[in-house]
């Protein structure tokens, strides 16, 4: 672990606030009050700037208006933080972080959910296109509050995600299998030149009449793939069967408990790991590095 944390900004702090300003602010300081970017200077406190607009002249750092802003958390800790949540593949529990950084249960809990806020994707493009092979399924986990246990899975809670071959993943905690709460997502997050592929079931009938092109495989009938003839595409559901293994293997295995108004935050968090994988070249320091960059205009308070 320590040839790991080896580098300056996993060191001290202010090698670590260098690193978060070259990151969050590779254009000179943006001042959060008035948006201002580059005219702005130092004062006598360490890290903090004041901002040389006339209508604002307000200090400011670089952790403010982010994830990190107001917490008592050592920069540099932070920055390890962010590296063992998107370098370990199928997550970093918050007791091994509290054990691992030296800081309370509690304080390694937040601290995880304010990353995952920062892996949190927003406003992106459709996914898909020309040429492009989406994989859209569902799966079911845990159990909803309240709920007893039993088998079946009307008591689960529902995700649905989309995966582009050799590209990206969304998902999306829906509130059941039905095609009003399943095709609103698809239609809206999927390029309608895309070519899709789902399982056999009823709500994904009319996607043909959509998108470019739409393939199912009848896993009724086990049938698990097959290859086109024609194109030589190959119709199967394996891609995204691959992130539903990984992101059960974490939630079930690492993660273990975690309440329903939270599970967004835990789909961010494999969504973006999966998106920024090793296999479409983005390694531990990229990925990491891609998840600071996203802590910027983000707070995520303890209530």
């Not at 944390?5 to 008035?34: M, T």
Request: aromatic share 10%.
């Amino acid at each position: 672990m320590d040839a790991i944390f080896s580098a300056p900004h996993f060191q001290n702090n202010d090698a670590a606030r260098a690193y978060l300003e070259s990151v969050l602010w590779p254009n000179g300081p943006v001042c959060p009050h008035c948006g201002v970017i580059n005219h702005a200077f130092k004062t006598n406190r360490p890290g903090v700037f004041r901002c040389a607009e006339k209508a604002c002249r307000k200090d400011f750092t670089v952790t403010m208006k982010t994830v990190m802003e107001r917490s008592h958390i050592a920069l540099h800790k932070w920055l390890q933080g962010f590296h063992l949540m998107t370098s370990s593949k199928k997550g970093y529990s918050a007791h091994q972080l509290h054990r691992t950084l030296g800081i309370t249960y509690r304080s390694a809990w937040f601290m995880e959910h304010r990353i995952r806020e920062a892996m949190r994707a927003g406003g992106l493009a459709p996914m898909g296109g020309s040429g492009s092979i989406v994989e859209v399924d569902e799966t079911f986990i845990g159990r909803k509050a309240g709920m007893p246990i039993k088998r079946g899975t009307n008591h689960k809670h529902v995700v649905l995600t989309l995966v582009e071959r050799g590209g990206s993943a969304r998902s999306f905690h829906v509130d059941s299998v039905k095609k009003e709460d399943v095709l609103p997502i698809i239609r809206a997050n999927l390029s309608r030149e895309s070519h899709v592929m789902t399982d056999e079931a009823k709500r994904y009938a009319e996607l043909g009449n959509e998108f470019a092109k739409h393939d199912a495989i009848d896993h009724s009938r086990e049938e698990y793939g097959y290859t086109d003839r024609k194109s030589g595409v190959k119709i199967n559901t394996n891609t995204i069967e691959g992130y539903y293994s990984i992101f059960k293997r974490g939630m079930k295995g690492v993660y273990q408990h975690y309440g329903e108004q939270h599970l967004h935050r835990y789909l961010a968090e494999f969504d973006f790991r999966y998106s920024n994988r090793g296999k479409i070249g983005v390694d531990d320091e990229e990925r990491a590095y891609r998840a600071v960059a996203g802590a910027a205009g983000k707070r995520l308070t303890y209530q």
